[in-house]
Structures are given as structure tokens and as C-alpha cells.
């Protein structure tokens, strides 16, 4: 018979089931109406007769199963059949049921969600042609992925490595389409960006490299799909249709395909504009120079057949032209390669650990799930003994009995899989269309595909046969008739059983997770309280750029003074600042320095890299950081005064060697200038609340301008009222300028994403450990308490005291809870030293953390042996003996 | 029932055979000419038949259809099949030869030896 045909009988049999079952039991039911027969003719009443014919016929039940077998095709009979079974088995205990289902549910769910976003961010390649291929050029010495653009062009022009080298920067503008502008994210790339990722527009055509003409020549814009849905409501008729962008005229000329949102992972953008138009979109042009890094990030497709490290060899002697015909700017002109989806190095390596580990941990929960599981299915097990012996001793083969506790473990992990499954889908779904950062388009495509299902499928079959495997061992030993003979066999020995080996794992492994949660929870309150060199608490930040509304020149300070004015005139504020950029709001600022005495202003004889931040008078005040020494500025530090600057503590220290003799004292900028330092200021956090002490300075914002803004209102006031001020304030100085408003400690999300993230998802996963490892010791603690209710009735009949029944009872669980504790807690120790590199000020030194794991394993003891205890102590002796 | 002998294993399918051969038969009926031909000496546990002609039809040695009986009840009559008649030729012999092989060796004498 071939497969097909097989198939074919075998679907029939399945769908013609009922008929193939009528006919057996005509057929045997025609048999005892013939024997019937027979015996009625040999004198016996009818009735008498039927009864004697069917006694005399067998196990009825038995052999019609039997002929079922040997009619074939019974694998998805039998297993129907078993499913049948183990419903009913399963609908007559459904306390049992829906523990182990949510039990498994949980588990299941939070491995299916981590790995959809491991699955996202590390192993699904970019959604582009031959993702393998594509690489992004990183520093070697700071691995920054960026260039200035004169450098890109020099690697763009002279590698023979890459087919084809594109570069973008991101930016915000204001885009006005019906005079009301609003702030969009821009990538600005180069002319063959699309054309190095090999993809083709969904509408209209794309920017080529030969619509660049010099400055400012190519005013087209390329719209993401998803942005023009939401926008332009999917609008055919955008193609051709002139917008403002920053109060300059852009052409709309095309829709990229859906999907497409660049070469990282979790940033999305609104639309492309071609980056020789920079000056328009960031009111100022640094295209021609070569010591700015204008350029986020260089991509590019290596020619096939070629290796990284060839790659690596060519570029780096471009690198070295550079540095020799370019020794001012140029220093450090070594390459590597690296992914473009995760920023690189930058991103890359750190999400890569934490995601692992995460998935580690998520493993641990399934684990220790299983582990649960596993006790309660062998405590049943060991309950229904007399119920499978006596199926033993009635013949059913012990291939068949194992299958059957088999198919109810496949039954109860598949339900706990799929409602797992469900609620992950859920969350996720609610993830992907999260924004934590309302400063910048983070997008977190998480959503669960192909990759996802299959692994959760997997996860619940191999848990199912995980679990469904802890009573194996005790059908094989069971033998019917000692069992059917004498009674259960409660064998009250000090015996270490597998369920006890598979309880303290379970509870280590919950102890494990406890103290990685308690450690990153402890350690991100730490850092939430911890000193950032500012006060975020009742201050109101307003991002904005005023190249957005067309400010260039003299009257960018002049619209900021007024800003700041008018804050000042709103009742309830206390003080106003304004700088460039705020520390530790995602992006930088970075710059050299050369000591006042250096002559050779090459990068390579630089004091230091140090963070900059433009700002106005009474900056500091508002934000709240600490003058050390010296002054703050005034509104006469303007470009007709002599430069001067703000240093923070760090710079203080590295470069003049302490804060007292840093005052009055010179440096030079990059381009040479000799600045006065006025004034230093307490040291702070700017990049990452995590990072060790960075140089920072701190410029007159009159001297050197930026159109980028943000407003510092510091007010006791209510910040959705106080918003509501602003904004109307805002509104009325310039109508056209887009801008964001939200707390400073909302703006603080970026810096804190990701130590809220992990210290969520941590937490969530110790929350879930506790949950388990209730279930287990309470699951335990009752099956102990339930199998010898009767020795403690005689002990109490004998006049046992309260303590010594609670210790019969309860010794053992507690027992094996202060060791599963005591190896978890220590094994949670060791792991965390990896959390230490993720979260902030975590430490499981932390006297609090051990006394905090301690304590919640000590209450989840109590808390899973309560009911039990009750039980035990609530005891009648006299009426359980009765029973017995 | 002393008289009657426990079958061997394997047996069932030849007997079952063999009287369906001689004519078809429903279940019952195959039990009562089993009986009949064997003299009552061997003992047929009455369910165990069925799966047994369930298996036999299922190998395409006999064919089942639904028919009346004797009694005037509804009973399924089984025949042989050109498979089933080869069959029952090729197991006779095997089981003759086996047979004889046993016997003889059955009595074999210390002087033969």
C-alpha cells in the first residue's frame, strides 16, 4: 500500500469511526443473541439466557477493543481513545488540572515572549536583500559607527571592498502640509542609500546618487510606508506634492516598501531626505567638514566572496592615507566591521548578553515548571497505585497504562502551551506597538512569527514528556498483585525519592530567580536615587529646534532669550534654563581639547575627549546642579566677550589637577580657541547612569549657538498644568515651531530603558519563580500531609502535641525548602555578578537582598504550608480512625 | 471440561480457517463448527475470537458480509478468500509436518537412540 492510499484508509477509518464501532457491537451482540439462543433452546428463560451468554462471551469491553486494534489503523484511534481517557481523568481532578495548565502556561508564555524578542532583535535577519552581506564600518579605538562626511566620501570612493557605500544621519524636522507643522524623524542619507540596500520603492522612485548636485540641490523626500498611512492616509496622490520641511519647499517622490525602516533594529523613521540638503534640515551645513562626525552610520554590502578581514586590510589603508594626509583631524584611523541592526558594538554585544541570559533564566522557570509538574504527576501516580494495579492485574499491557499518563503530561502541556502561547501573542502585540522614549521613533517589531510558534510547540512537547516522565519509574516497579494484595503501598521511609530531588531543584531554581529579581529591582531603585548631577524631580523639559520654524543666524538667541522670558513669566516658575541638549537624554555632544600650552593641534596630541552642552544663564540653577567653584553665566558671555566655559569636576581634576586650581585657568577647543574656565560645576551622569566619570563642558550658549533647544522650567506646579501653560505660551511666540513637552523624568526614559527593561522583565521572572515555588512546596506539603493523615490521627490519639504533629507533618517539606533556598540563594549570588554589568548598582553583597531572599523564601514556605498545616492540625483522630 | 486442551498459540487463526472453509459461517457459528470438528476437546474463550477474525479479514484471508441466520437474526458471514484458501493450504502442511516431526519425536524409544 502505498503512503498515500495508506493515509487515505486511515482517514477513513478515523471520520467512519462511529460506523466501524456499530458494526463491532452488532456483531458481537449478534454472537450472544445466537448463543443466547442456543442455551434458551436447552431449557433456560431468556433472560437467564442472555446473562449466561454474555458471562460466558468475556470481557466484552476488552475485546471489542482488541478487534478495533486488529482492524488497523489504530494509532489515531488509540490515541483518540487515550485523549478520550484522559479528559475524563483530567475533568474528574480540575483543581489538579488548572494548577498544572497555568503553571505551565506561565512558563511557556514567558519563554515563547523572550524568545520573540531574541528571536527580533539577535537572530531574525534585517528584512532587506542579503541581510548576510551587510556591514557598517566601527572605529576600531571607540568603536563610534560615525563619520564626518568628507571621510565617508574618501572610504565611499577608494575601498574595493564594498558594492557600493551609503552613510545617514538622523535628524528631526518640522514638516508642514497644511500649516499646522509637526515634528517628524528624518533619516538623511546619501544618494545611493536605496540603492546600496537593493530595494525598490512601493510608490514613485527613490533618491539616486545622481540627483546630488552640491548643497542643498536635491529637495525631495521619500516617505516610510507606515508613516504615510498613518499620514497620508495611503494616499496614491502624495507622489509629486510639495511640502514644507523646515519652512523650505520638498517634493514628496516616493513610498519605501513596508517594512523597510532602515539598518537598525528599533528605530523607525518618518521620511528620507538626501543629506547634501543638511544646512535646510539642521540650519547649519557640516558637510565640509572634516573633524565633525556629521554621519551616523555607514552601511554597505561586502563584495561576494570576499572576507571581513580582506574588507578590514583594505579599508584600513585608506584609513592610514588619511591619517597622513589629514594629521589635524584624522587621528585614529583604524576600521573593524560590525552588524548595523544593533548600533554595532555599541548596542550589539551588551543586548546580546541580556537577552541571553534572560532566555537562561526564562529556560530556568520552564525548568523548574517541569520540575513542579513532574512531583505533582509522580504524587498522583503514586495515589492512583491501586487504581493502575488493578488495570495491570485486569491485563492491560504496561506499554499502554504508560501512554495513557503520557497523553494526559501531552495534554496538559499542550492546553498550558496554547493559552501560554495566547498571552504571550497578547503582550507582545502590545510591545510592538509600544513607545517608551518620547523623544525618539523606537520601534520594537516583536511580533511573534513562524520561528516563535515552532519553538513554543517544541518547549511544551518536551516539557510535556519531561513531566509526564516522573512516574515512569513507578509503573515499571508496580506489581499488581502485592499492591491489590495488601493495599497501598505507603512505605513512610527516610529514603530520598525523586520527588524530593525534584522539589529541591525546583525551589533552588526559584530561589536563583528570586535573587536575580531582588538584586535588580534593589539595584535600579539605587540608581534611581542615586546622584546624577542634576535634580529631574519637578522640572519640565521642552525638546525642540529651531531650525524646524526657519531660525537661522542672529535671530536664534535672540527667539531663545524670549522663550526663556516668557517661561519666567508663567506663575509657579521658579527658574528657566535652556541648553542645546540635556545630559543623559540619549544624545551626545562629543569634542576635544587641547591643553592651553599645545601648539600642534592634531587629534592625536588632544587632553581629552569631553562631552559639550551649550547653555544659557541660569542653566545651572534650573537643573539643579552645584556650582563647585567660580560663576555661572551671564547674559554679557556673548560673542563679543572673551570665550569662556563651565567645566565639570572630572575635567577639573584630569586636566588642571584639582578644582581649586582650575579656575581662571585656559584650554583650547578643537579649532584652537583659548577658552577661560568661569566656573566648574559638581560631577554628573550624561551618557549612561552606569558609565564611569566623563569629562564634560559647559559653553555659552551666546557664544556658540545652536538651534537646538531645550527648555528646563523648574516649578512646584503640576506638570500637566504647567504643560498646558507652556505649551499655550509657545503657541503664542511661534505658531509655526513643533516641539515636545513631557517631565524631565519621563525624559530621563532613554538613559533608563534599559535598566527598567531589564529590571521588568527580572522581576516578572522572580514573581513567577515565587508563583512556582508556592505551587511546588504546597503541592508537596498537602500530598505529605494527605498520605499519612492516618499515622498523625494515632499520634494525636496517643496525645502528640501541636509541634510534634506540625513536625511529622511539615519537617520534611521544610527541610527540603532550607536547602533548596540555601544552594539557590548561593547559586543566585554567582549568577548575579553578571547582572552587576546590566543593571546599575546591583551587588548581591547587598545585606538587604540576602535578608530580603531569605525572608520571601522563608514567607512562601508559610505561605504553601499554611492550608496544609491546618489540615493537619484540625485533625478529628477519632473520627479518621472510624473511617479507616 | 477436563477433557479439553488449552489452544497454542497461533493455532486460533488455522482453526478458524479451516471451518470457514468447509462452508460460510458467522462468528458463532465458526465457534460451534470448531467445536464440532475438534470433538469439544479444545477450549475457545468466546470474545477471543473476534479479533482474531477481524485480524484474518484485515490480511485479506477472509471476507465478511452482513446476512441471516439460521435463527432468522442479523449475523455477519465470513469466507475464504483465493489468499485465505492458499493459506490454509501452506499452514496444513507446516502444521502436519510439525506435528508429525513431534510425534515422532514423542516416541522415540532409548533403543532407536
Known amino acids: 500500500m502505498n503512503f498515500l492510499a495508506y493515509l487515505r484508509s486511515l482517514a477513513a477509518k478515523f471520520f467512519r469511526r462511529s460506523e466501524i464501532e456499530n458494526d463491532i457491537q452488532d456483531e458481537l451482540r449478534s454472537h450472544i443473541q445466537h448463543r443466547a439462543d442456543d442455551l434458551e433452546r436447552s431449557g433456560l428463560n431468556r433472560t437467564a439466557a442472555e446473562r449466561r451468554a454474555r458471562i460466558e462471551f468475556g470481557g466484552h469491553v476488552r475485546f471489542k477493543e482488541e478487534s478495533r486494534e486488529a482492524l488497523g489503523g489504530n494509532f489515531l484511534e488509540t490515541l483518540m481513545l487515550d485523549v478520550h481517557f484522559s479528559l475524563r481523568v483530567l475533568r474528574k481532578s480540575p483543581g489538579f488540572t488548572l494548577t498544572a495548565v497555568l503553571t505551565l502556561a506561565l512558563a511557556i508564555g514567558a519563554n515563547a515572549v ?58 528631526q524636522a518640522g514638516l508642514d502640509t497644511d500649516g499646522n507643522p509637526s515634528r517628524v524623524f528624518v533619516d538623511e542619507v546619501s544618494g545611493n542609500y536605496f540603492d546600496v540596500f537593493g530595494i525598490q520603492p512601493y510608490l514613485g522612485r527613490f533618491i539616486h546618487a545622481s540627483d546630488e548636485h552640491g548643497p542643498n540641490s536635491a529637495p525631495y523626500i521619500v516617505l516610510n510606508y507606515a508613516y504615510w498611512h498613518s499620514h497620508f492616509q495611503a494616499e496614491r496622490g502624495v507622489i509629486g506634492r510639495t511640502v514644507q520641511l523646515n519652512k523650505h519647499p520638498f517634493t514628496i517622490i516616493g513610498v519605501a516598501p513596508a517594512g523597510f525602516h532602515g539598518p537598525v533594529l528599533f528605530f523607525s523613521q518618518d521620511l528620507f531626505v538626501p543629506i547634501v540638503n543638511q544646512e535646510q534640515l539642521e540650519g547649519a551645513n557640516s558637510l565640509n567638514e572634516r573633524g565633525f562626525p556629521s554621519l551616523l552610520m555607514t552601511i554597505g554590502h561586502l563584495k561576494p566572496g ?26 585614529h584611523m583604524g576600521f573593524g566591521l560590525a552588524r548595523p541592526s544593533l548600533f554595532g558594538e555599541f548596542g550589539g554585544p551588551p543586548t546580546r548578553a541580556f537577552l541571553t541570559a534572560l532566555m537562561l533564566l526564562a529556560g530556568l522557570i520552564l525548568l ?31 506499554s499502554r497504562i504508560l501512554r495513557a499518563l503520557f497523553t494526559e503530561a501531552l495534554l496538559i502541556s499542550l492546553m498550558g502551551g496554547a493559552l501560554g502561547l495566547w498571552g504571550g501573542a497578547v503582550l507582545l502585540r502590545r510591545l510592538s506597538v509600544w513607545q517608551p522614549v518620547a523623544k525618539y521613533p523606537v520601534h520594537m517589531a516583536v511580533y511573534p512569527d513562524g520561528h516563535v510558534y515552532a519553538v513554543a510547540l517544541l518547549l511544551t512537547l518536551v516539557s510535556g514528556f519531561l513531566f509526564g516522565a516522573a512516574p515512569v519509574r ?71 529646534d529651531l531650525a524646524m520654524a526657519g531660525y537661522r543666524g542672529d535671530r536664534v538667541p535672540a527667539m531663545q532669550k524670549r522663550m526663556i522670558e516668557t517661561m519666567q513669566a508663567i506663575p509657579g516658575v521658579t527658574c528657566v534654563g535652556l541648553a542645546d541638549l540635556t545630559p543623559l537624554n540619549g544624545s551626545l555632544d562629543n569634542s576635544i581639547v587641547f591643553t592651553a600650552e599645545t601648539t600642534d593641534l592634531r587629534s592625536s596630541n588632544a587632553a581629552g575627549g569631553v562631552v559639550m552642552y551649550k547653555v544659557s544663564p541660569g542653566y545651572f540653577r534650573a537643573a539643579g546642579t552645584v556650582m563647585l567653584s567660580g560663576r555661572d553665566f551671564t547674559w554679557h558671555d556673548d560673542q563679543n566677550a572673551p570665550r569662556v566655559a563651565v567645566i565639570n569636576q572630572e575635567f577639573a581634576r584630569r586636566i588642571f589637577g584639582s578644582v581649586a586650581s582650575a579656575i581662571g585657568r585656559y ?40 538651534g537646538g533647544t531645550t527648555l528646563l522650567v523648574r516649578s512646584n506646579r503640576d506638570p500637566a498644568q504647567l504643560a498646558v501653560a507652556m505649551r499655550s505660551k509657545l503657541r503664542g511666540l511661534d505658531s509655526g515651531l513643533p516641539f515636545l513637552i513631557q517631565t524631565w523624568k519621563q525624559g530621563l526614559g532613554v538613559a533608563l530603558f534599559g535598566p527598567r527593561m531589564a529590571t521588568i522583565s527580572l522581576g516578572v521572572l522572580g514573581a513567577m519563580g515565587a508563583m512556582l515555588s508556592i505551587t511546588g512546596i504546597f503541592g508537596m506539603a498537602a500530598y505529605s500531609v494527605s498520605k499519612r ?27 527540603l525548602l532550607a536547602f533548596g533556598s540555601t544552594a539557590g540563594l548561593v547559586l ?36 504553601a504550608t499554611w492550608v496544609p498545616a491546618q489540615r493537619a492540625l484540625l485533625l478529628d483522630p477519632m473520627t479518621l480512625l472510624r473511617e479507616e | ?88 493450504r501452506e499452514e496444513t502442511d507446516g502444521w502436519n509436518r510439525l506435528a508429525s516431526a513431534i510425534a515422532s519425536a514423542l516416541s522415540a524409544r532409548p533403543e532407536e537412540v
Open chain 1, 368 to 398: 523548574a515548571a517541569c520540575a513542579n509538574l513532574g512531583s505533582l504527576f509522580a504524587a498522583r501516580a503514586a495515589d492512583r497505585t491501586r487504581e493502575l494495579a488493578l488495570r495491570l492485574a485486569l491485563g492491560a499491557g504496561r
Open chain 1, 306 to 331: 570576499l572576507t571581513p578581514q580582506q574588507a578590514i586590510g583594505d579599508l584600513n589603508s585608506i584609513g592610514a592615507y588619511l591619517e597622513k594626509t589629514y594629521p589635524k583631524t584624522d587621528a
Open chain 2, 1 to 88: 471440561m477436563s477433557g479439553q486442551a488449552q489452544l497454542l498459540p497461533g493455532t486460533l487463526d488455522l482453526l478458524i480457517l479451516k471451518a470457514v472453509s468447509l462452508g460460510p459461517l458467522h462468528g458463532y457459528g465458526i465457534l460451534l463448527r470448531i467445536g464440532q470438528i475438534s470433538e469439544q476437546a479444545l477450549l475457545i474463550e468466546q470474545g477471543a475470537l473476534y479479533p482474531a477474525l477481524f485480524r484474518l479479514v484485515r490480511q485479506g484471508l477472509l471476507k465478511a458480509d452482513w446476512g441471516t441466520s439460521e435463527n432468522n437474526r442479523r449475523a455477519k458471514f465470513y469466507e475464504l478468500t483465493a489468499a485465505g484458501r492458499k493459506r490454509l
Open chain 1, 667 to 706: 584650554f583650547k577647543s578643537s579649532d584652537g580657541t583659548r577658552i577661560q574656565v568661569v566656573g566648574i560645576a559638581e560631577q554628573g551622569k550624561y551618557q549612561r547612569i552606569g558609565e564611569d566619570p566623563e569629562l564634560a563642558m559647559f559653553f555659552s550658549i551666546l557664544q556658540s549657538p545652536s
Open chain 1, 114 to 171: 523572550v524568545f520573540s524578542v531574541l528571536n527580533a532583535l539577535i537572530l531574525r535577519p534585517l528584512d532587506v536583500p542579503n541581510p548576510e552581506s551587510l556591514y557598517t564600518i566601527e572605529h576600531r579605538r571607540n568603536i563610534s559607527l560615525e563619520f564626518s562626511y568628507p571621510d565617508y566620501l574618501d572610504l565611499r570612493d577608494h575601498n574595493r571592498s564594498f558594492d557600493g557605500l551609503a552613510a545617514y544621519n538622523n535628524s
Open chain 1, 474 to 544: 513507578q509503573v515499571l516497579r508496580t506489581d499488581p498483585y502485592e499492591i491489590v494484595k495488601s493495599g497501598s503501598i505507603a512505605k513512610v521511609g527516610r529514603r530520598i525519592t525523586v520527588q524530593d530531588l525534584l522539589l529541591v531543584v525546583q525551589i533552588a531554581i526559584c530561589a536563583v530567580l528570586i535573587t536575580s529579581s531582588m538584586v535588580a529591582v534593589r539595584g535600579y531603585a539605587r540608581s534611581l536615587d542615586s546622584n546624577f548631577g542634576f535634580e529631574p524631580r519637578n522640572a519640565m523639559l521642552m525638546d525642540t
Open chain 1, 828 to 863: 543566585g549570588i554567582l549568577a548575579s555578578r553578571v547582572l552587576a554589568s546590566i543593571v546599575y548598582q546591583a551587588t548581591p553583597r547587598d545585606p538587604l537582598v540576602l535578608a530580603g531572599v531569605v525572608l520571601a523564601m522563608a514567607l512562601l514556605g508559610l505561605v
Open chain 1, 789 to 815: 493523615l492516618k499515622e498523625l490521627g494515632i499520634r494525636m490519639a496517643l496525645g502528640a502535641q501541636r509541634r510534634e504533629v506540625l513536625e511529622a507533618a511539615l519537617g520534611r517539606a521544610f527541610r
